[in-house]
């Protein structure tokens, strides 16, 4: 099963952590990003919108880091990740959407101005930045977990562009329970360090 | 079971929609969404993120269109929109995505402009359309449905903003497939028009 991965992608490592605590095996396959190899056959042949990551396994072909968290807990990690339940998978995602919304805007933002000098505006993203953050730190103040009391592909949806925060030049040092949330995840067996 | 509802709201048609396909009774509440209701209590209580819409089912509470659809459809619409099966869960949440991302920064935010004013970049908006219905058009030409062969909540959920796209003056008329992907779903029993 290979991944189509590039490092530095907060996208691509959500999905070699979560391989990680899981115990799936993957074949990463690092991408030329640089000279666009994603947007040239056969990569964009894969994923016709033409981004990373990207999953193979065998003829199945699945784009998206958020589609590949589910593919790859609920094909391969048993129900520990991405439970059965519809009112389970619905909390989930919730911060799948937050990850793909709030986080999206906000952090990872920031982090695309200042490590690879996107034009956005860098204000508006650490005062969404923030906000998400706030909102964030709220949620996990009486939660382990940020859905279902244990660690789901949430966790792994969400951790990654928190943890490349400073990238952005987003100060994380308000919000202690992140801080305690981190620490815990990043204390679980099979934890993949961020990439640096 | 309650739905908090903007009628406006694209996100909250993609529910209603959905509801009203699959024959699932909603109580819709509509919310005073001028004078910011859903920023404040009770509302914000529901969804601390400030929101719509909000989905209130005895003590359940769902917030975010895409995790509503999930609930809705696995809990109440048996197995016919949102399949139990991993591998169509994985391509269904790819076009859960394309509908936060792809349709939400081009058609969204080119309605958002128009249609309520919203300081954004309008032209913008109108390129990222033109290459996302691109992208939606080729990926229908040779299919009925977004994902795994049949009607699901992957339609329900891109559908409401390209239905909605007029009112950000974005044209349809080069997109042949989309054209009669739109008219399968609008001939489906329980079809609910988009709203004026």
């Given amino acids: 099963m290979k991944l189509y991965d590039l490092d530095a992608s907060g996208n691509c490592y959500k999905v070699r952590l979560l391989a990680s605590l899981a115990q799936i095996e993957l074949e990463v396959?690092?991408?030329d990003f640089i000279n666009g190899?994603?947007?040239t056959s056969p990569l964009v042949d894969l994923n016709p919108l033409g981004q990373l990551p990207i999953l193979e396994d065998g003829s199945q072909?699945?784009?998206d880091s958020q589609a590949i968290l589910i593919y790859l807990a609920g094909v391969y990690g048993g129900l520990a990740w991405w439970p059965a339940h519809a009112q389970g998978q619905a909390e989930i995602m919730q911060w799948l959407s937050f990850a793909a919304n709030e986080v999206d805007?906000?952090?990872c933002a920031a982090r695309l101005v200042k490590k690879f000098g996107a034009e956005l505006?860098?204000?508006q993203?650490?005062?969404k930045s923030a906000l998400t953050l706030s909102q964030l730190d709220k949620h996990l103040e009486h939660k382990e977990w940020l859905a279902i009391g244990r660690p789901t592909i949430a966790d792994c949806a969400v951790y990654p562009y928190v943890a490349l925060?400073?990238?952005g030049d987003v100060d994380l040092s308000p919000y202690s329970h992140i801080a305690r949330?981190?620490?815990r995840l990043e204390a679980l067996p099979g934890y993949l360090a961020k990439p640096q």
């Fill in 29 to 31: 396959v690092a991408v």
């Fill in 37 to 39: 190899a994603h947007k």
């Fill in 61 to 63: 072909v699945v784009r």
């Fill in 105 to 107: 805007h906000s952090l």
């Fill in 121 to 123: 505006d860098h204000l």
């Fill in 125 to 127: 993203a650490l005062q």
């Fill in 165 to 167: 925060a400073h990238e």
């Fill in 181 to 183: 949330w981190m620490k």
